[in-house]
């Protein structure tokens, strides 16, 4: 069923039961006035058809059966409703200002009032509803018991597509505009602009139109480019443009494999076959190793767009509430789905939960967002990441939150090597600078050798260190300079031994490797290939895919 009609049900189900306060939170006023008079007047949603009766402190209430003018004093207006006899619903916009925060203090006499006016919206003769829109959520706490919260969409593909053929039938109308757009065109302009309130869709379509007079697939770029500047001005979700490959990634073969399985697993074909779309992953393990990096190749490899959700400003009250921003974080991932949504460092935000004396706030955002990952529908794949495991509330590891928890550990030597190689391709495209160097097996196993301990990052470093060297004597690269850092470096494996026992013991019955069997395979100083020592002392479980 269409989202918007099972929204207008639910709606019109709550107006019948006598829900005396409903809040819609959006900067769609007119959308939601929209669909909220299409509930009132439909007799089969609402059974008793009312009058929507509107509320701003500029004009008071205005609706056909409003007689008396002097209503634009809130304290008025709730007489006026208390006392109105007539079915209806009335829509109060901007009644947040009332309850507080922002440095202003919540009006006690209206929130009162308020309470008081409850009774006469559950038992008058004739029904009657309060909704509250306004473009921030704020709950007094003597109400939230009485209100409902309805989350209200962005606007579909069907809701965009129409209001984009009103636009090209207007402009053709007028001459003002050339067309070169086909249904398959205009479906990929469409499906750009997801993500957007109607009124930001018209606008980057509108854009589109005037730079060069002609609307045509290629404009794509134009509204993609509107909508990341959008979605920017949220200040929690950021797009990140990543062309970087799975091939870049070197090492973790038992996650690649997992996540190649559910590649198409977002096109309908799969849905027909009866695969629900995958939740996502938590990935957890030793800093440096490559999370954020593998993160960044799923968008590449899926070819969906990576929106990246920065969970310490849900929380650090720098941009609205954090109830509203997490809630509105979510709508916008689901409104661009399929999408990925990449929450790194996940622990910064739920770590401590009940213990930060932020009365309940964090629990009430980590409870909203666990049940929305559990019962989402829209194909959303979280991939969170976290290096401090300990500090993660349980719950969120419970089966049914993310499909898997991965373990990225130290990089075993064989994928040492792969890193290796991963990087000296990378640096070394200059036959002036590669000299004689080979990035031959012999030189990537020697590497791998020496590096016993180092997670990618340092890895990285080495070759960074090794290339100064050489550029600093003005020659090319040698095997000796790579070597000679390897020597220096003091791997964080060495530094902070301690903590990396306790983040494998802890994968140990939590987590699956990222590494598979093949790769846990160590070589000795002869360069032949054996089971590792280590293998048993690695952390996460060995569960090959
Ligand atoms: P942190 O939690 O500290 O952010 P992380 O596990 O997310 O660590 P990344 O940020 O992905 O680590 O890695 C840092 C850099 O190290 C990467 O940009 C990359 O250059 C290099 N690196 C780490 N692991 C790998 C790997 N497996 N393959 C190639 N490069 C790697």
């Not at 639910?10 to 306060?21: E, I, K, Q, S």
């Not at 929305?372 to 194909?379: G, N, R, Y």
Request: aromatic share 8%; charged share 30%.
């Amino acid at each position: 069923m269409d989202a918007l009609i099972e929204k207008k049900i639910l709606m019109g189900n709550l107006f019948r039961a006598r829900f005396p306060f409903l809040y819609i939170s959006t900067w769609e006023e007119d959308r939601a006035l929209e669909m909220i008079r299409s509930i009132a007047t439909n007799a089969e949603w609402i059974k008793t058809p009312r009058e929507v009766i509107t509320w701003t402190v500029t004009n008071g209430l205005t609706g056909e059966g409003i007689t008396k003018k002097d209503t634009k004093a809130p304290i008025q207006a709730l007489d006026y409703i208390e006392k109105y006899e007539k079915p209806a619903i009335f829509v109060l916009h901007d009644f947040h200002v009332y309850f507080g925060e922002d440095g202003r203090l919540p009006d006690f006499q209206i929130i009162r009032k308020l309470r008081d006016v409850i009774s006469s919206l559950k038992q008058s003769a004739n029904p009657k509803n309060v909704v509250f829109i306004s473009p921030v959520l704020r709950l007094p706490v003597e109400l939230e018991k009485d209100i409902t919260i309805v989350d209200f969409q962005l606007p579909s593909a069907k809701e965009i597509r129409q209001s984009l053929n009103e636009m090209i039938l207007v402009n053709q109308e007028h001459g003002r505009i050339e067309m070169n757009l086909d249904e398959q065109g205009r479906e990929v302009l469409v499906n750009a602009a997801l993500g957007l309130t109607l009124a930001e869709a018209e606008n980057a379509f509108a854009r589109a139109m005037v730079e060069d007079g002609k609307l045509s697939v290629k404009d794509v770029e134009v509204i993609l480019e509107e909508k990341e500047q959008i979605i920017k001005k949220t200040g929690i979700l950021e797009f990140i443009p990543s062309k970087l490959k799975m091939e870049d990634v070197g090492g973790l073969e038992n996650l690649k494999r997992w996540l190649r399985k559910r590649d198409k697993s977002w096109l309908e074909s799969a849905r027909e076959y009866g695969l629900p779309a995958p939740k996502g992953v938590l990935l957890t393990g030793v800093p440096g190793c490559g999370k954020s990096l593998i993160s960044k190749a799923i968008s590449e490899m899926w070819q969906l767009p990576l929106l990246r959700l920065d969970i310490g400003k849900i929380f650090s009250g720098l941009v609205g509430s954090s109830e509203e921003n997490m809630r509105k974080a979510l709508q916008t991932a689901e409104a661009i789905a399929p999408a990925i949504l990449w929450i790194d460092e996940i622990e910064k935000g739920f770590s401590g939960l009940n213990t930060n004396g932020d009365s309940g706030t964090t629990s009430r955002i980590f409870g909203h967002f666990l049940t929305w990952m559990q019962e989402k529908e829209k194909p959303v794949f979280v991939i969170a990441t976290a290096n401090n495991i300990s500090a993660l509330p349980p719950e969120m590891l419970r089966k049914g939150r993310f499909d898997e928890i991965f373990f990225v550990d130290l990089p075993t030597h064989r994928e040492r090597v792969e890193i290796f190689k991963v990087h000296l391709h990378k640096r070394l495209q200059n036959e002036e600078i590669k000299g004689t160097f080979q990035i031959s097996d012999y030189n990537l196993n020697t590497l791998a050798q020496i590096t016993e301990g180092f997670v990618g990052a340092e890895i990285e470093q080495v070759v960074i260190d090794g290339l100064f060297d050489a550029f600093y004597e003005n020659r090319s690269v040698t095997m000796k300079d790579f070597e000679k850092v390897c020597s220096q470096l003091i791997p964080l494996s060495v530094t902070q031994q301690e903590q990396i026992k306790r983040i494998r013991d802890w994968a140990n019955v939590r987590a699956v490797a990222a590494t598979p069997r093949e790769d846990r395979r160590e070589y000795k100083s002869n360069m032949e290939e054996c089971e590792a020592g280590v293998l048993s002392s690695r952390g996460g479980r060995t569960i090959d895919f």
